[in-house]
């Protein structure tokens, strides 16, 4: 095998675990630093809370969370760049926690707050397992697109700024 083979055989496999999430659900994309905060408002973060971010990415946000925020923080990811890149860093935190899952396999049943930042395509097939799994009064924040008619989640707030994403929030009804 030449040279040229090898560095582009190893360039196609660098490209496909990093954009493999595009092939599920959607390609990454991060969570825009200066917004880390308002989600933390919207979700009325308090310590020992759990927080947990459905495709995390690089997952920066928990990062963040989890050291400001004392949070309990779990990523899943399915982009094996993203997973060992957050996973390594993971081990430098005893609040973060990182698996290596489609996150339709993942159960949320325990977490206080859930985060996605997806398509709206997305958001449609994820709607019936965060309505079926979420717990009484634990929280959706969906970055972008609101969800379309669930009747078993709040509508509670939609936080909007200038040129920025808006974070919409669901909450679990009773
Ligand atoms: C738009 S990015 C958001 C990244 C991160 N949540 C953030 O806000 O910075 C979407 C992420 O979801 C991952 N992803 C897509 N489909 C997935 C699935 N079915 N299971 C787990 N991760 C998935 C992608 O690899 C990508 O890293």
Same mark, same amino acid.
């Not at 690089?58 to 990523?75: D, H």
């Not at 760049?81 to 860093?89: G, N, Q, V």
């Given at each position: 095998?030449?040279?040229?083979?090898?560095?582009?055989?190893?360039?196609?496999?660098?490209?496909?675990?990093?954009?493999?999430?595009?092939?599920?659900?959607?390609?990454?994309?991060?969570?825009?630093?200066?917004?880390?905060?308002?989600?933390?408002?919207?979700?009325?973060?308090?310590?020992?809370?759990?927080?947990?971010?459905?495709?995390?990415?690089?997952?920066?946000?928990?990062?963040?969370?989890?050291?400001?925020?004392?949070?309990?923080?779990?990523?899943?990811?399915?982009?094996? /760049?993203? &997973?060992?890149?957050? +996973?390594?860093? *993971?081990?430098? $935190?005893?609040?973060?926690?990182? =698996?290596?899952?489609?996150?339709?396999?993942?159960?949320?049943?325990?977490?206080?707050?859930?985060?996605?930042?997806?398509?709206?395509r997305t958001?449609e097939k994820l709607k019936?397992?965060?309505?079926?799994?979420?717990?009484?009064?634990?929280?959706?924040?969906?970055?972008?697109?609101?969800?379309?008619?669930?009747?078993?989640?709040? /509508?509670? &707030?939609?936080?909007? +700024?200038?040129? *920025?994403?808006? $974070?919409?929030?669901?909450?679990? =009804?009773?």
């Amino acid at each position: 095998m030449d040279i040229l083979s090898i560095i582009l055989g190893l360039f196609v496999v660098c490209g496909l675990s990093f954009f493999m999430g595009s092939y599920f659900d959607a390609m990454w994309l991060p969570t825009k630093r200066s917004d880390y905060d308002r989600i933390a408002k919207l979700s009325e973060l308090k310590s020992g809370m759990s927080f947990c971010d459905l495709g995390s990415g690089s997952s920066n946000l928990l990062f963040y969370l989890a050291e400001k925020y004392r949070v309990n923080c779990v990523g899943i990811e399915i982009a094996p /760049f993203w &997973y060992l890149f957050s +996973k390594i860093k *993971s081990l430098f $935190y005893n609040n973060v926690k990182i =698996k290596y899952d489609n996150f339709y396999n993942q159960d949320i049943s325990q977490v206080d707050v859930v985060y996605v930042y997806l398509l709206p395509r997305t958001y449609e097939k994820l709607k019936n397992k965060v309505v079926k799994e979420l717990k009484i009064g634990g929280k959706l924040i969906i970055s972008s697109w609101p969800l379309q008619d669930v009747d078993t989640l709040y /509508f509670v &707030y939609k936080n909007q +700024k200038n040129n *920025s994403p808006t $974070y919409y929030l669901y909450e679990k =009804k009773p």
